[in-house]
């Protein structure tokens, strides 16, 4: 990515910080933290060649974890955060044994059946997860004695945690250990016979994947001060691979763009159009055909070409 264009993103991140419109700097928060999760599944889908339609498990767990660790059992903030994190991690790492048992269609139809499988917990063990009315009274946390529940603060906070999230994402697929994971994508074979163990590579990404994913689930349930047996449904899954594929899979802008796109479908177009769901499908259908690379790598190579038709000319 240029300098300018480095510095037009960076803009445009802390432009919620400075307008006097709460829905928009709300608006802004659920894209980064829609960004942050659509990321995780990027490492999986776009680097990593693995197809999921489980992923919201890890934002769903994440989320009811610190909600009913926080208001059910009374614990602080800070600890339920890091309980959640890690248990989602764990949970990550055992659900990579069985799906990582498969590929193709196979290890989709694993992550899906634990999706659903979670989603079915939710719903049914209403002691724990307050069933179908799931679990209210959620409250931002105020670190260094900062007040969370106004929109700028809390964006602030969602902006630091997406930039952290962003800067380790982008370290891990520009190191080795990324480096073999998109060439077990691509040559899977090949990286057996130079000595490299795809099956651990792809494992240690599931987890990470997960963990981000967790990461997302935190700022999801503050941010809703609410969580419900929805965060775990396929729906949820199936959107932010649509996010994936729409922003550019396998590209590190790809899922902000991807995940503006239906955040923005979905809070701000759904006001003024009663089937907002048949134009994001619309939308999609319209990127696959015209940028099937997704919206990011498509626009790149758009302004390429637009920059070398006058020399062409010349």
């Known amino acids: 990515m240029s300098r300018l264009a480095l510095v037009g993103l960076g803009l445009l991140l802390a432009l919620p910080l ?21 990321a995780s599944l990027n490492l999986l889908v776009g680097y990593g060649g693995l197809v999921s339609l489980g992923h919201a498990a890890y934002l769903g767990t994440a989320a009811y974890l610190t909600a009913y660790l926080s208001v059910t059992v009374g614990l602080g903030h800070g600890t339920a955060i890091v309980l959640a994190l890690l248990a989602t991690a764990a949970m990550a790492a055992a659900f990579g044994l069985l799906a990582l048992r ?30 179908d009315n799931g679990i209210v009274g959620v409250t931002r946390p105020a670190p260094f004695g900062l007040d969370l529940s106004a929109p700028k603060p809390f964006y602030a906070c969602v902006l630091i945690g997406f930039l952290i999230a962003m800067a380790a994402i982008a370290a891990f697929v520009r190191s080795g250990l990324g480096a073999s994971l998109m060439g077990s994508r691509d040559q899977p074979r090949r990286m057996r016979m130079l000595g490299h163990n795809v099956w651990l590579v792809q494992w240690i990404s599931f987890v990470l994947a997960g963990f981000w994913a967790a990461v997302a689930g935190i700022g999801f349930v503050y941010y809703h001060a ?18 994936v594929i729409a922003g550019g899979a396998g590209t590190l802008l790809g899922p902000l763009v991807g995940a503006a796109l239906v955040v923005i479908l979905k809070n701000v177009v759904s006001a003024y159009v009663v089937r907002w769901m048949m ?4 939308v999609f259908l319209a990127i696959v055909v015209f940028m099937p690379e997704g919206l990011a790598p498509g626009a790149r190579a758009l302004l390429g070409r637009l920059r070398a038709r006058p020399t062409a000319r010349e």
Request: glycine share 10%.
């Open 18 to 38: 400075v307008i006097e419109a709460p829905y928009y700097t709300d608006t802004a928060s659920q894209i980064l933290i829609a960004a942050v999760f659509a």
């Open 102 to 131: 498969a590929s193709g269609i196979g290890f989709l139809m694993i992550t899906l059946a634990l999706g659903q499988t979670l989603w079915g917990v939710a719903y049914r063990w209403v002691g724990v997860t307050g069933g």
């Open 226 to 243: 609410f969580v419900s047996p929805h965060v775990l449904a396929l729906t949820n899954s199936a959107e932010v691979l649509l996010m």
């Open 279 to 282: 134009l994001l499908g619309l």
